[in-house]
């Protein structure tokens, strides 16, 4: 069984959506998207420098629209019909469009929505992020915990992303857990945590008149890892997650147990096929980035589908 992977805030990079504007259709598109949500997605995605694009109302709209401009050429082919999908983070609503949930003009308006509100909130106080390495988890989340932060993502592999104020993060890096690497993270704020609670309030605000389908593929959901089985439920846990651990960790078990033996990673590809290189030992792994890598997806679908 194949995975469709679609990364979250963190994946991007400078000029990361060059290769794809040549496509006319992919630019095509890109452009419709741009009117709708009021953002130049083409100049963010080919000429933005790095501080434009880690910016979180531009950065979260942006990985939405290249996740979906790969996966709607992947789509098109059917020997990826079979394939479950997950998205970290902010890619839970390429995931929710991959699956037939929403529409991807839905996604890609929600993703304004939650990157410009996720923003704002980062403006309330001052809060951030620091990435926890090794260590035993149990310990590292009592650390954590003690700090006065939150385990934001739990990505797995030995990685437990803390959130909340800069004292928390600060305390948390000068006493770290034993066995662990504290690194600071370059973030506008506390992301998953009750710091982006007004956020969440304005995402689900605007989540009320989104329409909503079964998903129409295996889809899994950051809260628990599980699959979601209807619509209405994906939507409500995405928006719930603006404020709630990503769980990662779980949804990597989850491949594991549906037997997925081969992940693909949408642009910008390379931190989930990572963790799946540690945590999904001897997944076949697949990272898309531009058009030329669409053939080579392309024939690992097809192979994985060969009984």
Same mark, same amino acid.
């Given at each position: ?86 998205? /970290? ?76 104020? !800069? ?24 992301? /998953?945590?009750? /710091? ?31 699959? *979601? ?16 651990? *990503? ?16 992940? !693909? ?40 589908? *060969?009984?």
């Amino acid at each position: 069984m194949l995975a469709i992977l679609a990364p979250g805030q963190g994946s991007q990079k400078p000029g990361f959506l060059t290769p794809w504007i040549d496509d006319r259709a992919a630019a095509s598109r890109l452009r419709e998207w741009s009117d709708l949500i009021g953002l130049d997605l083409v100049r963010l995605g080919t000429e933005a420098d790095q501080d434009e694009i880690t910016d979180t109302a531009n950065t979260q709209p942006l990985l939405v629209a290249a996740g979906l401009l790969a996966a709607e050429r992947l789509l098109a082919d059917p020997a990826f019909d079979g394939a479950a999908v997950a998205g /970290h983070s902010v890619g839970e609503l390429t995931a929710l469009a991959i699956a037939g949930v929403l529409t991807p003009e839905a996604a890609v308006r929600l993703a304004a929505v939650r990157g410009r509100e996720m923003a704002a909130a980062c403006n309330i106080e001052p809060t951030t992020m620091a990435a926890v390495l090794g260590g035993v988890e149990d310990e590292v989340l009592a650390a954590i915990e003690s700090a006065g932060a939150w385990p934001a993502n739990r990505n797995g592999a030995g990685q437990i992303v803390a959130a909340g104020p !800069v004292a928390a993060i600060e305390k948390l890096a000068a006493t770290p857990p034993e066995k662990a690497r504290i690194i600071t993270l370059k973030v506008a704020g506390a992301f /998953h945590t009750p /710091h982006m609670a007004p956020a969440q309030e304005a995402l689900e605000a605007v989540a009320a008149d989104i329409e909503t389908a079964d998903p129409v593929r295996t889809l899994l959901s950051n809260r628990d890892g599980k699959p *979601v089985t209807t619509g209405a439920a994906a939507l409500q846990q995405l928006v719930a997650q603006v404020t709630s651990p *990503v769980r990662w960790d779980a949804c990597m078990s989850t491949l594991g147990e549906l037997g997925v033996t081969a992940v !693909v990673e949408l642009p910008p590809a390379g931190t989930l096929t990572g963790l799946a290189k540690r945590a999904l030992k001897g997944v076949e792994r697949l990272n898309v980035n531009t058009p030329d890598d669409l053939a080579a997806a392309a024939e690992l679908a097809s192979n994985e589908g *060969v009984e």
